[in-house]
């Protein structure tokens, strides 16, 4: 009997189509062309093009669905300069590809980095080499990962994908492909197919082994092999095969997430109240997350509601270790009762709320409750100053002043660290209780009139002041008792009759005062600090001496008068 031909590359005779399987059919004579059959083993659904005239032309690619290229015959094909031939993956493979398309934003003509970026994301599940090569004359890229031994198609796609994905590499189509592919799930009695890959350095495709600088290399196949083996060896396959694993499993996941949300989320609200608190700063998600799950699936409401919260937080692990809201957990539990009950809505009743104002008005009620707290938090923070201040109880030392401000105020530790400006010593300038005034701005006349109105006399200020007589630093007198630095009245370079004045000031006037000449100033913080430490040393304004305070008034009342 005469013997079957094998179609030809482009062939649209019919043959009949077995399951999905790597056939053992002969392999070409040629043993470079036997190893590039073993390397791209799948035969089904091939795509074949007639090569373009212009290479600026897209090729009009054509699926083979009526037969398989057998291995002699994708020999055949890749050969043949006047046709492209790609191919397509099976249950498992020895590679994978990603795809740059010549005008990608992480091609890198734009982006230098991206390369790297990469090859660094890659090298975080175990690969560690890849080969780059121009596909085609269009200038796109394929970065080819050669594998020692085949591993599963799909476990490599999703590890691909993942991999880039958390690297913030998201596939795009046009930008940054990966072959293999995610695909679809199939139907009972349905094959989905992975997506097709021009294969490499075809005779006339425009495609060539690439340095990293993008310069042509050597590019026959015997050249390719020996740096396709090279990278084989240098992944680390236990590394790939624990992220395969790891992406499978987030994958399936993820599909899990799809079809059942509701009981997913339950499980998911009711795995966050059973941890509890593992660390500071989570008060308010595990409230959040507790109310949530009363009002959904316990349908509790008002009072209820708002012990079930208490209750509930009270008797969590960690809550006695972590919880920095404890002095006040009845009245934030109330809070987020409210605030809850106020979102969501009892499992199969009616919703209370317009599901198309979901990102709007909902949303802006929840953004609402939490900016009134956060305002009456810094109101409450505000007045512990202000109080710790007037009473000159308010602490030099950070942790102490933190404390004690965190005490008096009702607030936890975290919610300092958010308004910094309001208490730390390196940002805090003492708010006034009520808002400036015209009276208020009197006492800043009055030291320009004295001038005016006071006798021209010579100013002593060798004995008072650093720089002989420039503005520096107020040092204190050493009087006719003996007494040292420190323990001497404050004089100042002018008529005595101003001096009495401002020192008999109560301390709180005197802060106020001060915090009136920054107004006028117009300073913002770090003109204020930075004022303060060229004056007294590079001392904080938390470290002034009482004495250095009313120096400061005098200073600042003097700039004024020169601005």
Not at 212 to 226: K, R
Not at 434 to 440: I, K, L
Request: aromatic share 8%.
């Amino acid at each position: 009997m005469p013997r079957k031909q094998t179609p030809a590359c482009g062939s649209q005779a019919i043959a009949s189509q077995p399951a999905r399987q790597r056939l053992s059919e002969p392999l070409p004579r040629d043993p470079l062309g036997q190893r590039f059959c073993q390397l791209f083993p799948y035969p089904w659904q091939a795509i074949v093009a007639p090569t373009p005239a212009d290479a600026s032309q897209k090729p009009a690619w054509q699926t083979l669905t009526q037969y398989p290229l057998k291995p002699r015959s994708l020999w055949t094909c890749w050969q043949d300069a006047a046709q492209l031939v790609g191919v397509r993956f099976g249950p498992t493979t020895y590679h994978g590809l990603i795809d740059l398309d010549a005008f990608s934003l992480h091609h890198p003509t734009r982006d230098r980095q991206a390369l790297a970026t990469i090859r660094a994301a890659l090298a975080s599940i175990g690969i560690h080499q890849t080969l780059l090569l121009r596909s085609s004359w269009n200038g796109g890229l394929h970065l080819y990962i050669p594998l020692p031994e085949a591993v599963p198609t799909f476990g490599l796609a999703v590890a691909l994908k993942h991999c880039l994905e958390a690297h913030h590499l998201p596939l795009q189509a046009g930008q940054l492909e990966v072959f293999p592919n995610v695909k679809r799930y199939s139907k009972a009695g349905e094959y989905s197919e992975y997506n097709a890959h021009r294969l490499p350095l075809q005779p006339s495709s425009g495609s060539v082994l690439l340095s990293d600088t993008l310069q042509p290399l050597p590019s026959d196949l015997s050249s390719f092999f020996q740096q396709w083996n090279q990278a084989a060896a240098a992944q680390d396959l236990e590394q790939l095969h624990q992220a395969i694993a790891a992406a499978k499993k987030q994958h399936q996941y993820r599909s899990y997430n799809r079809r059942s949300n509701i009981a997913l989320w339950q499980e998911e609200l009711e795995n966050e109240m059973e941890q509890g608190w593992t660390g500071p700063g989570q008060t308010n998600h595990l409230l959040k997350t507790i109310g949530c799950y009363g009002v959904v699936f316990q349908s509790l409401s008002g009072p209820a509601l708002a012990h079930y919260i208490e209750r509930t937080a009270t008797h969590s692990p960690g809550y006695r270790e972590w919880c920095q809201h404890q002095h006040e957990i009845s009245r934030r539990a109330q809070e987020w009762a409210e605030a809850t009950e106020n979102y969501y809505w009892p499992l199969g009743t009616s919703p209370k709320r317009d599901r198309s104002l979901v990102l709007t008005t909902a949303a802006n009620n929840i953004v609402n409750f939490n900016q009134k707290r956060a305002e009456e938090a810094q109101a409450r923070i505000k007045q512990a100053v202000l109080e710790l201040t007037q009473k000159d109880q308010l602490p030099d030392r950070l942790t102490a002043r933190a404390q004690a401000i965190a005490s008096l105020a009702q607030c936890s530790h975290s919610t300092l660290q958010k308004y910094k400006e309001l208490w730390h010593p390196e940002w805090y300038v003492i708010e006034l209780p009520e808002p400036v005034t015209a009276s208020s701005l009197a006492p800043a006349i009055e030291p320009a009139k004295a001038l005016e109105d006071s006798p021209r006399e010579e100013l002593h200020t060798s004995a008072y002041m650093k720089g002989g007589g420039h503005d520096g630093v107020l040092e204190k007198q050493i009087n006719s008792d003996g007494e040292g630095l420190g323990r001497g009245k404050l004089s100042f370079p002018q008529p005595v009759p101003l001096a009495p004045a401002i020192a008999d000031e109560d301390l709180s006037e005197v802060i106020a005062e001060i915090q009136v000449q920054f107004r006028r100033l117009a300073w913002d913080v770090q003109q204020v600090v930075q004022f303060i430490a060229d004056n007294f040393d590079g001392k904080r304004r938390s470290q002034l001496t009482d004495d250095e305070l009313v120096g400061l008034l005098y200073r600042l009342r003097t700039r004024s008068l020169s601005d």
